[in-house]
Every structure is written in structure tokens, then in C-alpha cells.
């Protein structure tokens, strides 16, 4: 398995701020993943993030919302821009695809509250 | 398109009694299931995993899930329920043959609380 540790581990910000979370694993991986859990919900994928690619983002998430960034394969990036209270929710990173097992391990998740 | 069911919202053990937290799942072909648990304030945790052989797996914590093709479930399973079990369990499912072959599709989660 894999190591995964998230920075910050939350976060209160204010509205029309913009927060950047970041992912770091202790080994090389293929993709890396960011999903949104809002309160009381399950996980939702917002994109995959590939080194040296831009990142495919899920149907209802943009990058001029949720930028991201994948500089080497053990290291991402996951900005949210211009917060609403809306955007309170736990952001989690997770690493998989090929070499992991096929099996996605996920870090701490970041909590993040705007008010 | 790719579907995880949780049909109950919470589930309640007691201690030392058999627990079974539910997941139905859609895929259009032979799918990889996973079950994950979230305790308070943590990030989630993987338990288990059904990739091919075996119907019956094992996993972490004395957890064990069936898979069943024919009624498309993969239900979470143990023997004797612990107080410390009551978390925050999800269901998830990858289609390998898809397109997006590594995306994970979670069910709602299930909330089981197990009583002293």
C-alpha cells in the first residue's frame, strides 16, 4: 500500500478566497485522485490527475474552479478557487492505477469550511 | 453507467451479533469491488477488495464480503460485531474494461453503529 499525507488538515477560509491542498505520497504512482465528500455525502470524483498531462476533470467540475497541479509522480496540487460556503466540504487525494494493486488508497482528506 | 446501491442509511448491531451492511452494484461488465470504512474525522481506510476467484473474501479487521454475479451484490460481512466497528462503511466499484477504467463509483455509505 501506500502512504498518502495531505496539507492542510483543514482549513476555515473566507469567502472569495482560494485554498491550495496538497498530496504527497511516499512512492512513485500513476495517477492520483481528487474527490469531494460534502457534509453528510459520499465521495465524488472530481478529477484524475496524471504527471506530465493535463488532468481530466468529471462531468460538473472546471479548472477554473478546481485547478490542479502534477508536477512529478509523487506530489499533486488541488486549488479551490473563489470559495462559497458552498465549497465547505472534506477534499480527499487518493493514488491507484497500475503498480498500486487496483486498489485506491486515500489520504487523510482535507476539511475545509467557508464562511 | 456504473451504479453502487446502499439501501440502508444506517445499520444497528449488537455486540458480539453477526453484522451485514448492504451494496448492489451496476456495471456493464465483470466489475471490481471494494469496500472502504471512514471513522470520525479520518480519511477512508480500504478493507477489501473482490477482483476475480473466490466469491468469499477476506479483509481487515475480520471483515469479509460475498460477491454474487447472478444477484449483482457484494455485501460486507462479520461474524461478531465490535463496539470500535461503528464507522462509516462505502461500497465502490471500477469497471476495468471501461473508459474510465480507474474511476471509482461509491455508493451513499452505510452507518453502522454496534451497542455495548
Known amino acids: 500500500s501506500a502512504v498518502i499525507s495531505q496539507k492542510p488538515s483543514r482549513d476555515i477560509c473566507q469567502r472569495g478566497t482560494s485554498l491550495t491542498i496538497q498530496c504527497q505520497v511516499d512512492?512513485?504512482?500513476?495517477?492520483m485522485f481528487w474527490y469531494r465528500q460534502q457534509p453528510g455525502q459520499s465521495l465524488t470524483l472530481i478529477a484524475t490527475a496524471n504527471q506530465g498531462s493535463e488532468a481530466t476533470y468529471e462531468s460538473g467540475f472546471v479548472i477554473d474552479k478546481f485547478p490542479i497541479s502534477r508536477p512529478n509522480l509523487t506530489f499533486s496540487t488541488l486549488t479551490v478557487s473563489n470559495m462559497s460556503p458552498e465549497d465547505s466540504s472534506i477534499y480527499l487525494c487518493s493514488v491507484g492505477g497500475p503498480g498500486i494493486t487496483d486498489t485506491q488508497y486515500f489520504g487523510p482528506g482535507t476539511r475545509l469550511t467557508v464562511l | 453507467a456504473q451504479s453502487v446501491a446502499q439501501p440502508e442509511d444506517q445499520v444497528n448491531v449488537a455486540e458480539g451479533n453477526p453484522l451485514t451492511v448492504k451494496c448492489t452494484y451496476s456495471?456493464?461488465?465483470?466489475?471490481?469491488l471494494f469496500w472502504y470504512v471512514q471513522y470520525p474525522n479520518r480519511g477512508l481506510q480500504f478493507l477489501l477488495k473482490?477482483?476475480?476467484?473466490?466469491?468469499l473474501v477476506k479483509g481487515s479487521y475480520g471483515f469479509e464480503a460475498e460477491f454474487n454475479k447472478s444477484q449483482t451484490s457484494f455485501h460486507l460481512k462479520k461474524p461478531s460485531a465490535l463496539v470500535s466497528d461503528s464507522a462509516l462503511y462505502f461500497c465502490?466499484?471500477?469497471?476495468?474494461?471501461?473508459?474510465?477504467?480507474?474511476?471509482?463509483?461509491f455508493g451513499s455509505g452505510t452507518r453502522l453503529l454496534v451497542r455495548p
Open positions: 473482490y477482483i476475480t476467484g473466490d466469491n
Open positions: 456495471v456493464s461488465g465483470n466489475p471490481y
Open positions: 465502490a466499484v471500477r469497471d476495468p474494461g471501461g473508459d474510465s477504467s480507474y474511476k471509482l463509483i
Open positions: 512512492s512513485q504512482v500513476t495517477m
